[in-house]
């Protein structure tokens, strides 16, 4: 048994999901689901596609280069089976999963960094743009010669409610 | 009287013209959906039946037939079922002639067929192998992939003489 990846997306095909395109060079091309086969279909690119593996990659998104990356490798000898090697990959799985996932944490904070100092720049270079639109709280109340008086308008009630009755 | 009537033909003319003109950019219109609708508009690909124009991928001598009758299922046939054709197109010197009727192997078919695992696969032609009764092939090549899924129908020989199994 193996785990594909998707051609489209880079994700983890696993037994019995999605759908293989053989070509007729004999190229296949494996899909996770119908929406990777739609889009393989619309000739779309997987590196212009933002949700995909392919772009955050390319774009810097996440973590390319790592050591963690090395253990997940297609490897075409069968290994015979040891029991002590099983028990003692099972337990790495967990120990590479807890180390890389520490990791890309640390790459998304380093790639976060200046976002905060950047938010705040651009909102100061807003506001010394268009203080002239913001009036202080108290001009308004001082402010009476656009305020006009109040209309009081007759309603008649009684008229409405008699047509209602009939 | 000729003044009026000369008025009359410039009415005319000029609502035709705006009838060609609305034509025109009304045609305009659909060129410019179609690019969009590509794949909405790619044919659904349905079962090999009657009329199905197939390749013929080994060194028989034939190189187009058409399916004249599906050996199994109501519907018609799918990737590994056998069927019968006429040879619509042959090389010269060939194992088999032109309107010869010969029995065949879908090899390869555009419609996706499912695996012993739930997953699907599709090739990107039809193609075809020719067969005798006893299911043995014609030719002594085969070209392109070929679909592991041939061993199960007993087609052992067309499986050792293909280049690709997908």
């Known amino acids: 048994m193996r785990l594909e990846k998707c051609w489209f997306c880079s994700s983890t095909v696993y037994p019995g999901h999605g759908i293989q395109f053989v070509r007729n060079d004999a190229k296949i091309f494996r899909f996770c689901r119908s929406k990777c086969h739609k889009n393989f279909k619309m000739k779309r690119n997987p590196r212009k596609v933002k949700w995909t593996k392919a772009y955050r990659r390319l774009h810097g998104k996440d973590m390319t280069q790592d050591a963690t990356f090395e253990f997940e490798r297609k490897r075409n000898r069968p290994e015979r089976y040891d029991r002590n090697l099983t028990e003692n990959t099972l337990k790495a799985i967990k120990t590479i999963d807890k180390v890389r996932s520490r990791r890309e944490e640390t790459h998304l904070k380093n790639r976060m960094k200046g976002k905060a100092a950047k938010e705040r720049r651009e909102a100061k270079k807003e506001h010394d743009q268009q203080i002239h639109m913001v009036v202080a709280p108290g001009a308004l109340a001082k402010d009476t010669s656009t305020k006009t008086a109040k209309v009081t308008v007759k309603v008649q009630h009684e008229l409405s409610e008699n047509r209602m009755e009939e | ?166």
């Open chain 2, 1 to 166: 009287m000729a003044t009026n009537s000369a008025s009359n033909c410039f009415r005319a003319g000029r609502s035709l013209l705006r009838g060609l003109s609305n034509v025109s950019s009304g045609m305009l219109r659909s060129q410019q959906e179609t690019p969009c609708n590509s794949f909405l508009a790619q044919q659904i690909r349905t079962f090999i039946q009657m009329r199905s124009n197939l390749k013929v991928v080994d060194n028989s001598g034939a190189k187009r037939v058409m399916c004249i009758q599906a050996l199994k299922g109501k519907k018609g046939a799918r990737l590994g079922d056998t069927i019968v054709a006429s040879v619509k197109e042959a090389q010269p010197g060939g194992k088999v002639k032109k309107g010869q009727v010969v029995y065949g192997v879908v090899v390869r078919a555009a419609m996706q067929k499912g695996r012993c695992d739930g997953s699907e696969v599709k090739f990107d032609d039809n193609a075809v192998v020719l067969v005798n009764k006893q299911g043995e092939p014609i030719g002594t090549r085969v070209f392109g992939p070929v679909p592991h899924e041939l061993r199960k129908k007993k087609h052992v020989k067309i499986l050792s003489l293909a280049q690709h199994i997908a």
